[in-house]
């Protein structure tokens, strides 16, 4: 074979092996790209994306490897998420988690062809998001925490473990749909325990500063915080806060009570966070929102830390103690 012909076949079969991974490589579909929509920072929700993204690997979806997500993050102004829902409409990703009550109606609101995955502790049909429980029938489905039902709890628990209390302060967000029924809900319970219920309203870090120091003045006995995505965000702050004012708080999770917050107890965000992405990867998968019944997280913790207990004179009762999942010594 002459030598100008052997270097064109090897020239040629050379450019023929890169052609064919190159080839290849442009035939791999893209990965599928989830949208996350939170109402907060990605800092405050560090645990719970944790859980999601638990969620999406027992589906088999790891980010990074074989899915994309996308943050959008509304750092605690719900008034901008109606322009991150619709940037990522405009992106057509495959899916959106939608984190809170605010962030679920913003979404739903964008499309109505883009599937959405809520995490809320109200009723999604009060709220609008499904038409039923059992059969969502549209483009949102999703998973429900213990909040709403269980903040009566809480002033049960306040009047349990101080029960020579006389007034119960309340805080609640007004940008929350569900304030006035939570509101209602809990002067109920406090009516029937022969307490007095003071509201307070706070949606910013400024106001809760304001509103534990208003409480304080008042001499309300305790606190009673409110479920909330904006209280649930301020754990940190708000356990601070608590002490400061030396006002025993009853709060929704478990990061209240671990920065020293006095009882948190309600529903576990984290396992409502795991199933919100186990649903994200099926829905990745090919399974219809509108056949997805929307799931109930049912795990209720109760937190009580002792040190701080210890250092508001108060002793926690027996009754109490047993039926605490954790004690933080």
């Known amino acids: 074979m002459k030598r100008r012909a052997f270097t064109t076949l090897i020239g040629g079969a050379a450019a023929s092996s890169l052609a064919w991974p190159l080839a290849a490589q442009a035939q791999q579909p893209a990965m599928p790209v989830i949208g996350f929509l939170g109402s907060e920072s ?8 944790r859980a999601f993204r638990q969620g999406l690997k027992e589906t088999g979806y790891v980010e990074g490897q074989n899915v994309v997500v996308e943050y959008r993050w509304a750092e605690g102004q719900y008034d901008k998420l109606p322009e991150l829902a619709a940037d990522l409409v405009r992106r057509q990703v495959s899916v ?9 109606l913003v979404a739903k609101a964008a499309t109505k062809t883009i ?5 809320t502790g109200s009723d999604p049909v009060q709220l609008g998001l499904v038409t039923s429980l059992n059969r969502p029938g549209g483009n949102v489905t999703g998973v429900t925490q213990l909040a709403e039902e269980v903040t009566p709890k809480r002033v049960e ?5 101080i029960p020579t209390a006389r007034v119960i302060g309340f805080l609640v967000n007004p940008g929350n749909s569900r304030a006035e029924a939570m509101t209602a809900a809990s002067r109920n319970a406090a009516t029937t325990l022969g307490l007095q219920l003071e509201v307070l309203h706070a949606s910013t870090e400024a106001e809760l500063d304001a509103a534990f120091s208003s409480f304080r003045r008042t001499r309300a006995d305790a606190l009673v915080v409110g479920g909330d995505a904006f209280f649930n965000s301020h754990d940190e702050l708000l356990a601070s806060l608590s002490i400061r004012y030396s006002l025993p708080s009853v709060s929704q999770n478990h990061e209240f009570a671990a920065a020293g ?16 992405g186990v649903y994200t990867g099926r829905i990745l998968k090919g399974d219809n929102p509108a056949d997805l019944p ?36």
């Open 42 to 49: 990605p800092q405050l929700f560090a645990g719970r994306l």
């Open 96 to 104: 959106i988690a939608a984190t809170s009550t605010p962030a679920n």
């Open 115 to 119: 599937p959405v995955v809520f995490t």
């Open 157 to 161: 628990l306040v009047r349990e473990l």
């Open 261 to 276: 917050g006095l009882i948190s107890y309600g529903g576990s965000l984290p396992d409502s966070y795991r199933l919100a």
């Open 294 to 329: 929307v799931q109930q997280s049912t795990k209720v913790e109760l937190i009580i830390n002792l040190k701080t207990a210890k250092a508001l004179g108060l002793t926690v009762p027996a009754s109490l103690l047993g039926r605490a999942d954790e004690l933080i010594e």
